[in-house]
């Protein structure tokens, strides 16, 4: 059982889990997605929720933004849903899974997280 199965699996359902998971792996793991919202100017919001407090917000356009327009796209088309499903559960769940995933308030090793997370299946 991954990290995401044990930490997540009774929070998120099963189809929001494999959208968590699968942007996590594809952006190179939770550096990669901190990294990622950094450069958007949502380095704040990604670090609250790795934070021991509470978890800002983030809204569909936000995670638009973060992820870039092309790439969500692409993954929704593989998910077999509109651009904005997407967004809108990545909003919801992401950084709930962030939190779980940091409980200590900072990032875990990354290769402890790499081989942890279980790569997702086809959407």
Request: no cysteine; glycine share 14%; aromatic share 4%.
């Amino acid at each position: 059982m991954g990290l995401f199965d044990g930490v997540l699996g009774g929070i998120l359902g099963a189809g929001a889990l494999t959208v968590v998971t699968k942007y996590v792996n594809d952006h190179g793991g939770l550096q990669g997605v901190v990294d990622q919202f950094s450069k958007q100017g949502l380095g704040g919001t990604i670090n609250s929720w790795i934070g021991m407090g509470d978890n800002e917000p983030v809204t569909a356009d936000q995670i638009t933004q973060a992820v870039g327009s092309d790439k969500l796209h692409e993954m929704a088309k593989e998910a077999g849903v509109e651009p904005a499903v997407l967004a809108g559960q990545l909003a919801e769940h992401l950084p709930t899974a962030i939190d779980k995933l940091t409980p200590t308030g900072k990032l875990p090793d990354a290769a402890a997280v790499t081989s942890a997370i279980p790569q997702a299946p086809k959407l």
